[in-house]
C-alpha cells in the first residue's frame, strides 16, 4: 500500500536547517494498522504528512495506493488526498460554524453526488462511530471524544483506502483515547482501511499491527505491535 | 454554487465584526452616493439641453454687456430661424434680505411657444401667458418649493431695476434651473413709469429649424452684427450652459477627489475585517486543504465572503443614501449661489446600482490578498506551525 | 493604580498591521473632512478679509450687491462732501466712486467666466486701504490701462502683465497686480471708471461708492445719513458687515459638509470598534493576567480607551499633514478653485487648510476613537480574571 524509498525531507525554521527524515524506507501492507512512534522532533509527523500526500520530500520516492506521489503537481496531490485519504487530526479538525452532519459532509462537496446523497452518507458514517443523533450539534457542543468521533466519520466518509490520524488520542483523557483508537482497529477490521497514526501514546502499541519508532529523522526499529501479536498468539 | 452556505456561515462566525464591517462599508458608499450625485445634477441641466436646436445670442462681451433691442427683428428675418426672443435678468427678489432664490427673465411672448417648443407646454397655458400682462410661467420645481400654485399672484422686488412687479402664474415650466418667465412688455411699462428708458435686451433666444442648419445660422447671426456697435457671440443652448457652470468644474475635481478618498476607505475597512478572519482560520484552512479541497476552491471561498459581505453592505447603503438624498433635496437645494447646480442631489438609479458594484468590486479586491495568502499557506508548514 | 501609558502604546506598535488598518481608515476620513471643510473656511476667509473696519458702502436701496447697483452723479458729488469722511493730505474727501461690470474673461484651460471687473478713480487705493500693487504701478486715467488681481493674472489669458487682456470687445494694458492679503480684490480686475461705463454703455457712470470713515467719526450716525437722505433712495452698511452678509450663503455648506462629515465619521468609528474588539479578543488572557495581578476594571477600561483614543489622535496629525500638503499640491495643480458669487462672477478661493480649518476634524477623530473603543474597553473591563486565563 505504501512504499517509501530514501526518502529525506529538509526544512527551515528561522536560520536553523531541520533535517526532519533522512533517508528513510518503509514499506507498510494494506489494511494494516502502524503507528508511528518517537519522541519529539523525531520526524513521525513529517513522514505521516510525506505519506499521506501533504508534503514533499526533497528526495527519494513515494508511492502510495500505487500512485507515484512525488511526481504529482499541487491539484493533484489534492485531488489524490480527496480520493484516497482521510484525515484525523489533534485540533481544528472541524469548522466550528458548521454542525456534526456538515461536518462530515465537507470532503463529498468534493465530489459529483447530490445533496441528498451525501447527507445520507454523512449520516452513515456518523452511524458508524455511534454518533447518529449527535449530526445537528456544532462542535462547541461536543465533547473532546465526540468530535474526534466525528473527524472520524468524515476520514471515512469519501471511502477512502488509507486513513491517517496525527496524534489523535492527545487531548483526550483515558477512557476517550480507548474509545478512538478501538474504533480506528474497527475500522481496520470491519472496513479494510489501512490506518497509520502518529502518537506517544505507549498504549496506542497494544491496538496497531505495527509500531515504527523514529529518532532524529531515522528509522530505528519496526516490530509487531499488540494486534498483530493478538493475532500471531491466536493463530499459533 | 454548493459553497454559498458555507461562505454564508464563516460570515456568521463572528457576528459583531461582521455587522460593523458591513455598517462601516454601507455608511461610506452612501456617502460614495451622495458625493456622486453633486455633479450629477450638473449632467442633467446638461443633457436636457444637449438635444434641442436652441441657440442664444449674446454680446460678445459678456451677458451684462447689452444689444440693442432692434437686433431681435434682425435675428428673426435670418433665414432657418424658426422663431426668436428676447431675455432680460430680471433679478427679482422674494425677500430682499435672501437675495434671488431663482432666476427670473423678461421674454418676449410671441415666439415664446416655437421657441421652447420641446417643453411640451399646453396651449391653454400659452394663450394664457400671452394674454395676460402680468401672465407669468414658473418652473416645476420653484413651485414645489415655494408650494405655489397656478393663479396664485407673487411679488419680486427687482435687484437691478428699481422697479418690484407682481405676477399671476399661470403654468409650469420644465425648467432645470428653477426659472419663472414674463412679459416685456409689462417691465417696460414699469420702467417707464419710473422714468426709465428700457431699448436693450440681455440675450436672444432663437430655434432653428433643422439641426445640421445649426452651425451656419449661429454664423451668419455673428457675422451679420460683426460691424456693428455690439458685436454678438452665438452658440448653442448646451455650449452656454455649460459655459455658464464651466467655473463649477474645479469644485466637481475636488469632490471626485473626497469621493476616490472615501471609496479607498472602504478598502480598508474591508481589508482589516478580511485579513483578521483569515488569519485566526489558519489552522482549518490547513485542514481543508488536507482534506483535497484545492487553493483555488480555498481562495474563492474566502474571496467570497469578502465579497458577499460587501455586497449586502452595498445595498444596504444605497437604500440609506436613497433616503437620506430625499431628505437633502428638501433641505439644502438653494444652499447658497457658491454651488449652483450641485446641490440639486439629483438621485439617479445608476448611481445607486454602480454604488452595489463598486462595493462587491471592493469586497473583492480588499479580500484577494489575504485569501490569496491562506490559498498558497502550505499546509505541512501550518501544520508544524500550529501544533 | 492605573495602567501606564505606555502599555497602551506598545499594544497598538505589537499589532502593527491591524493598527495602521485603522489609522488609516481615521486619516482618510480626517483628510476627507478637512478638505471640505477647508474648502468652505478658504472661501469665507478670502470674503471676510475683503472689508475694511474703515469704510462703508453705499449702494441703491435694494441692491443686495455692488454688482447690481446704480446711482446717479449727483448722489456722488453731494454725499462725498457729508461730515465724518474722512481726507487726503490734499484735503480731498476719501470717496470711491466705483462701477461694476461682470464680462467674459476666459482662464488659461479654456473656460469661459464671469469676471468682477471695477471701474474706479483715484481715491481707490486710498479708501480700500487693504490692497497695494505688488508689481508693476497703477493705472493712468483714460488709458486703456488695468490692473489685475494676483489670482487674475494667473487665471486668465493675457491677464499677466504687461500683456493685452482683452474683454468688453477692447484691449487694455495690464499695467500693475494687486495684491489684497488674499480677499476677493485678488479676483478682481481695475480699470478707469469712465473708460468702462463707456465701454459697458452704462447710463450711470457708478454703480456705487466706498466711503472711508474718519477717525473717531460715528460711522453708524453717517450711514443713517445717507440712507435717510430723501433725495436718493440709497443705502450704507458697513463693508464688514456687507462681507459678512455674502459669505454667510456659505454657512449653509458648513452645515452639509458637517453632516457628511458625520457620516463618514460614523463609518470610521465602526472600522475602529472592529479593531478594537479583535485587540480585546486577542489579549483576553494578557488582560486576564493583568487582572489577576491586581488591577482594577476602570484600569483596564482607560489603557483600552487610551489605546483607542491614541490611534485616533496619531491619524488625525497623519491626515492633517497629508490635507495640508494636499491643498497646497491642488492648489499648483488647479490654480484658485471658482466659485460663483451673488454678484454672478468668479470668486477664485486658494484652497488653504487653516489651523482653525482642524479643529471639526480633531473633534470628529477624538469622537471616533472615544465612542469606538469604549464598547470594546467596557467588553475588556468586563473580563474575569478567572475565565480570560482559563482561555488562554
Redesign the interface.
Known amino acids: 500500500m505504501i512504499d517509501l524509498v530514501n526518502v529525506s525531507r529538509l526544512?527551515h525554521?528561522g536560520a536553523d536547517e531541520i533535517h526532519a527524515l533522512e533517508r528513510v524506507s518503509l514499506h507498510v501492507e494494506r489494511q494494516r494498522f502502524v503507528a508511528l512512534m518517537g519522541p519529539s522532533g523525531s520526524g513521525k509527523?513529517?513522514l505521516l504528512?510525506v505519506l499521506?500526500g501533504?508534503?514533499r520530500p526533497n528526495s527519494g520516492e513515494v508511492t502510495v495506493a500505487g500512485k507515484r506521489l512525488n511526481e504529482m503537481s499541487?491539484?493533484q496531490l489534492?485531488?489524490?488526498?480527496?480520493?484516497t485519504?482521510g484525515?484525523v487530526?489533534?485540533?481544528?479538525?472541524l469548522?466550528?460554524?458548521?454542525n456534526g452532519v456538515e461536518n462530515v459532509e465537507?470532503?463529498l462537496?468534493?465530489t459529483n453526488l447530490g445533496?441528498a446523497e451525501r447527507r445520507q452518507r454523512a449520516e452513515t458514517a456518523l452511524r458508524i462511530v455511534g454518533l447518529a443523533d449527535r449530526g445537528d450539534h456544532r462542535p462547541r457542543e461536543l465533547s473532546g471524544g465526540e468530535q474526534q468521533r466525528v473527524a472520524i466519520a468524515?476520514s471515512i466518509v469519501t471511502d477512502a483506502e488509507l486513513i491517517v490520524a496525527?496524534?489523535p488520542t492527545g487531548d483526550l483523557d483515558a477512557k476517550n483515547a480507548e474509545e478512538i483508537l478501538s474504533l480506528l482497529q474497527t475500522l481496520r477490521r470491519d472496513f479494510a482501511k489501512t490506518v497509520v497514526i502518529v502518537t506517544h501514546d505507549p498504549r496506542a502499541e497494544k491496538w496497531v499491527d505495527e509500531v515504527i519508532h523514529l529518532d532524529k529523522g531515522v528509522l530505528l526499529e519496526k516490530r509487531p505491535g499488540g494486534a498483530a501479536r493478538g493475532a500471531a498468539g491466536a493463530a499459533g | 454554487m454548493?459553497?454559498l452556505p458555507?461562505v454564508w456561515?464563516?460570515l456568521?462566525?463572528n457576528p459583531?465584526?461582521s455587522v460593523?464591517?458591513a455598517?462601516?462599508?454601507?455608511?461610506?458608499i452612501?456617502?460614495v452616493c451622495?458625493?456622486r450625485t453633486m455633479p450629477a445634477g450638473l449632467d442633467a441641466i446638461l443633457a436636457s439641453a444637449a438635444a434641442n436646436t436652441r441657440i442664444s445670442t449674446h454680446?460678445?462681451?459678456?451677458?451684462?454687456?447689452?444689444m440693442p433691442y432692434s437686433y431681435l427683428a434682425k435675428v428673426r428675418a435670418v433665414p432657418g430661424v424658426v422663431a426668436a426672443i428676447s431675455w432680460n435678468w430680471f433679478?427679482g427678489?422674494l425677500d430682499?434680505t435672501k437675495?434671488?432664490e431663482f432666476p427670473n427673465f423678461a421674454v418676449d411672448p410671441d415666439g415664446f411657444a416655437e421657441v421652447y417648443a420641446d417643453w411640451g407646454l399646453e396651449p391653454k397655458v400659452l394663450e394664457d401667458f400671452r394674454k395676460y400682462r402680468d401672465a407669468a410661467l414658473v418652473a416645476r420645481q420653484t413651485l414645489e418649493k415655494h408650494r405655489w400654485k397656478v393663479g396664485d399672484v407673487i411679488t419680486l422686488?427687482?435687484?437691478?431695476f428699481?422697479v418690484t412687479l407682481s405676477f399671476r402664474i399661470v403654468g409650469a415650466n420644465p425648467n432645470q434651473g428653477g426659472a419663472l418667465y414674463f412679459q416685456r412688455e409689462y417691465l417696460e411699462q414699469a420702467l417707464a413709469g419710473a422714468g426709465v428708458q428700457f431699448d436693450t435686451t440681455g440675450m436672444i433666444w432663437s430655434r432653428v429649424d433643422d439641426p445640421e442648419r445649426v452651425a451656419p445660422v449661429m454664423r451668419q447671426i455673428d457675422e451679420m452684427f460683426r460691424n456693428s456697435e455690439a458685436?454678438t457671440s452665438t452658440e448653442t443652448e448646451k455650449s452656454f450652459i455649460g459655459?455658464f457652470f464651466?467655473?463649477?468644474?474645479?469644485?466637481v475635481?475636488?469632490i471626485q477627489?473626497?469621493a476616490a478618498?472615501?471609496t479607498?476607505?472602504i478598502v480598508?475597512?474591508a481589508?482589516?475585517?478580511a485579513?483578521?478572519s483569515i488569519r485566526e482560520r489558519v489552522?482549518?484552512i490547513?485542514?481543508?486543504?488536507?482534506?483535497?479541497?484545492?487553493?483555488?476552491t480555498i481562495f474563492s471561498t474566502l474571496l467570497a465572503e469578502a465579497g458577499l459581505l460587501a455586497l449586502v453592505a452595498g445595498i444596504i447603503g444605497a437604500v440609506a443614501a436613497f433616503g437620506?438624498l430625499k431628505a437633502?433635496q428638501l433641505y439644502?437645494t438653494g444652499?447658497?449661489?457658491?454651488?449652483?447646480p450641485l446641490?440639486a442631489f439629483a438621485v439617479s438609479n445608476a448611481i445607486l446600482v454602480q454604488a452595489i458594484f463598486i462595493a462587491f468590486f471592493i469586497g473583492i479586491l480588499s479580500g484577494w490578498v489575504p485569501a490569496l495568502g491562506a490559498s498558497r499557506r502550505?499546509?505541512?508548514?501550518t501544520?508544524?506551525e500550529?501544533? | 493604580m492605573a495602567l501606564p501609558l505606555s502599555y497602551s502604546w506598545r499594544s497598538l506598535l505589537a499589532r502593527g498591521?491591524?493598527t495602521a488598518?485603522?489609522v488609516?481608515?481615521i486619516a482618510?476620513?480626517v483628510?476627507?473632512t478637512t478638505?471640505?471643510w477647508s474648502?468652505i473656511g478658504s472661501?469665507k476667509r478670502t470674503l471676510v478679509s475683503s472689508g475694511s473696519p474703515h469704510n462703508l458702502i453705499v449702494m441703491?436701496k435694494?441692491?443686495?450687491?455692488d454688482g447690481?447697483s446704480q446711482l446717479s452723479l449727483d448722489a456722488y458729488q453731494t454725499i462725498r462732501f457729508f461730515e465724518g469722511i474722512a481726507k487726503d493730505p490734499a484735503g480731498n474727501p476719501l470717496v470711491s466712486p466705483e462701477i461694476v461690470?461682470?464680462?467674459?474673461f476666459h482662464t488659461t484651460s479654456g473656460?469661459?467666466?464671469?469676471v468682477l471687473v471695477r471701474g474706479i478713480e483715484a481715491p481707490a487705493l486710498l479708501v480700500h486701504d487693504e490692497v497695494t500693487i505688488g508689481e508693476g504701478r497703477m493705472i493712468h486715467p483714460s488709458s486703456g490701462e488695468a490692473v489685475v488681481g494676483r489670482i487674475v493674472a494667473q487665471r486668465y489669458k493675457g491677464a499677466s502683465l504687461g500683456s493685452d487682456l482683452r474683454?468688453?470687445?477692447a484691449n487694455w494694458k495690464v499695467v500693475g497686480i494687486l495684491d489684497a492679503n488674499g480677499s476677493s480684490f485678488e479676483s478682481e480686475v481695475w480699470v478707469d471708471a469712465r473708460e468702462l461705463a463707456s465701454?459697458?454703455?452704462r447710463p450711470f457712470p457708478y454703480s456705487g461708492f466706498r466711503v472711508r470713515v474718519a477717525d473717531g467719526a460715528d460711522m453708524d450716525a453717517l450711514a443713517r445719513r445717507i440712507g435717510d437722505d430723501p433725495r436718493w433712495?440709497l443705502e450704507a452698511t458697513r463693508e464688514i458687515d456687507y462681507y459678512k452678509q455674502l459669505s454667510s450663503?456659505?454657512n449653509?455648506?458648513y452645515i452639509?459638509v458637517a453632516g457628511?462629515a458625520v457620516?463618514?465619521g460614523?463609518?470610521?468609528?465602526?472600522?475602529a470598534?472592529?479593531?478594537m474588539?479583535?485587540a480585546v479578543q486577542a489579549r483576553t488572557s494578557e488582560i486576564g493576567t493583568l487582572r489577576a495581578l491586581g488591577f482594577s476594571r476602570g484600569a483596564i477600561l482607560g489603557a483600552f480607551l487610551a489605546e483607542s483614543v491614541m490611534t485616533a489622535a496619531f491619524a488625525f496629525v497623519i491626515g492633517a499633514a497629508i490635507s495640508w500638503l494636499l491643498a497646497i499640491a491642488?492648489s499648483a495643480a488647479?490654480g484658485g478653485?471658482?466659485?460663483?458669487?451673488?454678484t454672478?462672477t468668479?470668486n477664485v478661493v486658494v484652497?488653504r487648510v487653516a489651523p482653525q480649518d482642524l479643529l471639526m476634524p480633531l473633534g470628529l477623530a477624538i469622537l471616533i476613537g472615544v465612542f469606538g473603543g469604549l464598547a470594546p474597553a467596557a467588553a475588556a473591563a468586563r473580563l474575569r480574571p478567572v475565565e480570560a486565563l482559563r482561555k488562554a
Not at chain 3, 473656460?111 to 464671469?114: D, S
Request: aromatic fraction near 10%.
Open positions: 526544512y525554521r509527523s513529517t504528512n499521506a501533504l508534503d499541487e491539484d489534492a485531488a489524490f488526498r480527496a480520493h485519504v484525515f487530526f489533534q485540533f481544528f479538525n469548522i466550528p460554524v458548521l465537507l470532503p462537496l468534493l445533496k468524515r496525527d496524534e | 454548493k459553497y458555507l456561515r464563516n456568521g462566525r459583531l465584526r460593523l464591517t455598517a462601516a462599508i454601507a455608511l461610506a452612501a456617502l451622495i458625493l454680446n460678445e462681451a459678456g451677458i451684462v454687456y447689452s433679478g427678489a430682499l437675495g434671488v422686488q427687482s435687484t437691478v428699481p458685436i459655459n464651466g467655473g463649477l468644474k474645479q469644485l475635481t475636488i477627489i473626497v478618498l472615501v479607498l476607505c480598508f475597512i481589508a482589516n475585517t485579513s483578521m489552522g482549518e490547513a485542514i481543508l486543504k488536507a482534506i483535497g479541497f484545492r487553493r483555488q437620506m437633502l439644502a444652499a447658497g449661489p457658491q454651488l449652483g446641490t502550505s499546509v505541512a508548514q501544520l508544524r500550529v501544533f | 498591521s491591524r488598518f485603522t488609516a481608515v482618510l476620513v483628510i476627507a478638505l471640505f474648502l472661501l441703491r435694494g441692491a443686495t450687491n447690481s461690470v461682470q464680462p467674459f473656460t469661459r467666466e464671469n474683454f468688453g470687445n465701454n459697458a454703455k433712495a450663503t456659505a449653509t455648506l452639509i457628511l457620516l463618514a460614523i463609518g470610521a468609528m465602526f472600522g470598534t472592529n479593531s474588539y479583535a491642488i488647479m478653485i471658482g466659485f460663483a458669487s451673488q454672478f468668479t484652497l
